[in-house]
């Protein structure tokens, strides 16, 4: 490591991104992409007068953007601040809201403890029970500021409103972080709590259900105050982080609302016969609320995942106690589902044999 690079930074673990294959064709089912392209409004909005109005900055309050996230939303503008990815909105987060520490399960989104590190956040992580599942009771009396990923990843499971409501409730000062990346494949929505309290936030992307993971644009939602805070930050950093092209898509895709629900729909109906099928193979699979099954094979996890590599097949293999029987599987398409089934195919009969 460079002698340049301050020594509270030489023990970070940066965070590991699912391999991007390049060049070659394969079923990609390891980063929970969107299997659809971008909605066609989005592709007609970035249009050549446009790009060329690349010489000059964005509009650094989104006025637009967050006014269609707002309408569709029924909050108010300012109720509403955009950023690069909810990676970049989490980052804020950790770095400004989190005086007491925080607080955030063991298997969930690895960003968290990556943030901690990067920031200095004193981390609290509390144990998913050992059915996977998050239950609320354990956070009730926490004094950190708490993140949870609903649905969660790897896992897929949900959360119910009113158990995060209970918490929010419980202690009105303390504050709640509800990171809804999978929400749209079947979740519900915080959202509508953000007026009633101050102490929620809720961030969402449109890198899943939208299909816009290479434009990089994310929203928090939350009480004015919560924003304005935000934006301290934003404005303190990049106030340019959401670039002309991101705000026109975006803008775009949260009005093609019927593209979004034939979209969604399909990746749901995909994750169900998807699960029923991978059961038919004798795998264990979680009940899901997000773009992705979590699964565990009849034969070693690691295996499998690497034989699928050789197949040209990437799905997502966390090495670990807790983790390493399992899978994490991205809803592709039909076609991606159905080239899975067969490579597992194979690679149980292998098993079988052996
Ligand atoms: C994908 C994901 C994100 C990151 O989304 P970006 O908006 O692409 O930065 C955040 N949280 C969770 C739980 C995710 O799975």
Redesign the pocket.
């Known amino acids: 490591m460079s002698r340049f690079l301050d020594k509270k930074l030489s023990s970070l673990e940066s965070y590991l991104p699912g391999e991007q294959p390049e060049g070659r064709r394969v079923v990609k089912l390891n980063?929970?992409e969107n299997p659809f392209a971008p909605s066609p409004a989005v592709v007609d909005a970035i249009t050549k007068e446009e790009v060329q109005k690349l010489s000059l900055y964005p509009d650094p309050v989104a006025r637009e953007l967050s006014e269609s996230i707002a309408a569709y939303y029924g909050i108010r503008r300012e109720q509403i601040l955009t950023g690069?990815?909810?990676?970049?909105?989490?980052a804020f987060c950790f770095h400004g809201l989190c005086p007491n520490g925080a607080a955030f399960s063991d298997l969930?989104?690895g960003?968290y403890p990556v943030y901690c590190q990067m920031f200095g956040v004193k981390e609290r992580i509390v144990k998913l029970r050992e059915d996977f599942r998050l239950a609320i009771e354990d956070y009730m009396d926490l004094k950190e500021t708490i993140f949870i990923?609903n649905p969660?990843?790897p896992t897929g499971l949900n959360v119910e409103v009113e158990a995060i409501e209970k918490l929010l409730k419980r202690d009105p000062d303390r504050l709640v972080i509800i990171?809804e990346?999978?929400v749209d494949f079947g979740g519900t929505s915080c959202i509508p709590l953000i007026d009633r309290y101050d102490n929620l936030l809720v961030?969402q992307?449109?890198?899943?259900s939208r299909q816009l993971?290479g434009m990089?644009?994310?929203f928090a939602a939350g009480s004015e105050e919560l924003i304005t805070a935000l934006a301290k930050m934003k404005f303190s950093f990049n106030p340019y982080s959401v670039n002309r092209l991101a705000l026109l898509a975006g803008k775009a895709a949260i009005e093609d609302e019927a593209y979004f629900l034939k979209t969604t729909r399909a990746v749901i109906e995909t994750r169900e016969w998807m699960k029923r099928e991978l059961e038919g193979y004798g795998c264990e699979v979680l009940p899901s609320k997000a773009n992705f099954l979590f699964v565990r094979p009849p034969v070693p996890a690691q295996d499998v995942f690497m034989r699928c590599k050789e197949e040209d097949v990437f799905v997502r293999y966390f090495p670990g106690e807790r983790t390493g029987e399992w899978l994490r599987i991205s809803v592709g398409t039909r076609e991606d589902a159905q080239r899975l089934l067969e490579v597992l195919d194979k690679i149980f009969e292998e098993g079988s044999h052996a």
């Open positions: 980063t929970n690069n990815g909810s990676d970049e909105l989490l969930t989104y960003f990923a969660n990843a990171d990346a999978y961030i992307t449109f890198s899943k993971a990089r644009l994310a």
